[in-house]
């Protein structure tokens, strides 16, 4: 294990989260289950999307994962595991992100796990030069650096997500939104963490701005391999970068999969209706509906079915027994979905019953040379061949 | 492409944009112009010479970036802010300037806000809200008044109506108080219905229901509904016509499915381009990347030169006129230019 990885490993865990419960105030004082019992792996270099409506629990879950939750929240059930990365090399450990002490979080947190946090126009200080904020947790995970070299590292840091170095001394109302936004990220890369967790990181900006983030992002993870955690309302996005999409509706995980499968094949009525409240760019103009009604409120959560309610296809079990996450019925892949249209129990809509795609394409931002080594010339692999 | 009334460069008639149709429109705007001063003799040019007709029944969708003057547009149409030069015409008659024909035209054009969490008031019932158009403007008062408002919350799908205006604006998700904030539109029977970003506050799940509650009111109402939006996938779902803006001006206007699917300004393809399409097989290619550029002083000649992949000599030292591009579509673009269609083929040529 002393050489060093290019690229990402797949397969290895980076973190995993298992019956995760997060409550907003205790229980004898009215409380509020915000996070139920969600449970996901995440590898080295995978991109998951978790994509849920506000209140669904989105940001909770991604606030809990660092510890970074704040009173009145509650993280009252589960187990998050990280797996760190000694610095000197060797297999990675396993740290108990629930039990870890203060000086263990502190050695993971922006080391191993940084975030992007929502709205960047909010998250730097308005009032400290952005070399100042860059150089900061250099300061403090770096001790043996001179200024010079924590200079040399912002710089750098600010190259890669494409602002020239002359930004390094501008304060933040210098800079547009894209470019906060990029600084966020530049920050959260500092320390070449092996999992970032992005909160919205592209909401409050325009159309191009975002695309132009998400491909310059998908770009180093392809360079520098961490994974991350992608946070959206937009599941239209997500489809375009993830490998990987949970949605999450009412605080629990409804259902994860490819996002290719997702999108062709979607199996949980929720993530149909997410998909058909996205008007098409192309095609015949046809009129779509959403889904009725709202999400429910925390505080008044209905019985079974989290979903049941606003559920075209509910029947008298989703009323009472609650689903669990679980293999489609007559799936062969690994995903998984928690709904009795898709246990057996009853008769699957055709619509929630399409076959999975064949082949699961990767992301489509991936560049090829950085997938598996599987040159896209055949021509040129014939010749590879011939020489060995 | 190119039309053979195409007028010489410098005296072009003003393109009016909108949906084209018969009679008068219900609201149309000449030459608008709004610069905004911002000390030492600076202006913003916000809004540049925007002529719009929004026939009655239609929607109007104004697509543009932050920062392109869509908003300002939305509320130079409202009357409340006035603008540098232009005028408006409700139903073919001048807008007065008294405070009385200000008011009248309160009533026959109504806005509704991007953000329904903040444009109620949380101290007053739902009631309250639709109440008070209704006595400002009308004289309806009592028993009629109450069955006025429940008949104007079941119109927005807000039922039974006579419970929904005993809440607070608490108590209601996005969607209802945004549904709330139409409802108090409709209460003066509006002619025009200006909705400014009315579904990027809302759940996803829930936009829809909004949009097709716009869809309604345009076949029922008869309303000329303007939508300002970011969001070109749902303009082109809801809207007749979509008029595109760029740095104050309009770019591009056409029916909302020859718009995307035949953009023929490069901004409109940058737009389409950057959008998420989960129909999409591969990444799309951006081209023109880099931001909008400062309106207090904007680039010369074409305000999307610096940015624009196929940029000509042209393109720096005159503003384009709106050219005829398609059916009742117009691009204000040199590509699109007679004169320079040589030099436009070479340029594309090496893209």
Known sequence: ?388 | MTDSVTPPAGTAPTVVHGPKREGTPALEARGLTKHFPVGRGKVVHAVEEISIALPEATVTAVVGESGSGKSTLARLLTGLIKPTSGELLLDGKPVGTSAKALRAYTSDVHLVLQDPFSSLNSAHSVGYHIERPLKLHSDVRGAELDAKVVELLDRVSLSPGAEFAAKYPHELSGGQRQRVAIARGLAVRPRVLLADEPVSMLDVSIRLGVLNLFDGLREDERLAILYVTHDIASARYLADTIVVMYAGQVVESGPAEQITDAPQHPYTQLLLSAAPDPARDQAPELRGSGSPPSLVNPPSGCRFHPRCPFAMAVCKEQAPPSLPVGTDQVAACWLHSPEHKAEADAVSAQI
């Open chain 1, 1 to 388: 294990m002393t050489a060093v990885q290019a690229g990402p490993v797949l397969g290895e865990p980076v973190l995993e989260v298992s019956k995760l419960c997060i409550d907003y105030g205790l229980p004898e004082d009215g409380g509020v289950r915000a996070v139920t019992d969600v449970t996901f792996t995440l590898r080295r270099g995978e991109v998951l999307g978790l994509a849920g409506e506000s209140g669904s629990g989105k940001s909770t879950l991604a606030y809990a994962i660092p510890r970074l939750l704040r009173a009145p929240g509650v993280i009252t059930g589960g187990d998050v595991i990280f797996h760190q990365r000694p610095v000197g090399g060797g297999p990675s450990q396993a740290v108990d992100m629930l039990t870890a002490d203060a000086e263990t979080l502190a050695n993971i947190r922006w080391v191993d796990l940084s975030m992007v946090f929502q709205s960047a126009m909010h998250a730097l200080n308005p009032v400290a030069r952005i070399e100042g904020q860059l150089t900061d947790v250099l300061r403090r995970h770096r001790p043996g650096w001179s200024p010079a070299q924590r200079k040399e590292r912002a710089v750098e840091l600010l190259q890669m997500v494409g602002i020239s170095a002359d930004r390094l001394r501008a304060f933040p109302h210098e800079l547009s939104g894209g470019m906060r936004q990029r600084v966020m990220i530049a920050m959260a890369l500092a320390l070449e963490p092996a999992l970032v967790i992005m909160d919205e990181p592209t909401t409050a900006l325009d159309v191009v701005t975002q695309r132009e983030i998400i491909e310059e992002l998908m770009e180093l993870r392809e360079r520098l391999g961490f994974a991350v955690i992608f946070i959206t309302h937009d599941l239209s996005l997500l489809l375009e970068l993830a490998d990987t999409i949970a949605i999450m509706y009412a605080g629990r995980l409804v259902e994860m999969a490819t996002a290719t499968e997702l999108v062709r094949a979607p199996r949980h009525p929720y993530s149909q209706g997410l998909l058909n409240s996205f008007p098409a760019l192309h095609g015949a103009k046809k009129r779509m509906v959403g889904i009725p009604g709202a999400p429910p409120s925390l505080r008044a959560m209905p019985a079974g079915c989290k979903f049941h309610p606003r559920c075209v296809h509910a029947g008298e079990s989703c009323l009472s027994v609650e689903p669990r996450l679980a293999r489609p019925n007559g799936s062969f892949s690994a995903r998984t979905v928690a709904c009795t249209l898709q246990d057996g129990s009853r008769p699957t809509p055709a619509e929630l019953a399409l076959p999975d795609p064949a082949e699961t394409a990767p992301s489509r931002f991936r560049t090829p040379a950085a997938a598996v080594p599987a040159p896209s010339d055949p021509n040129q692999n014939l010749t590879v061949g011939d020489l060995s």
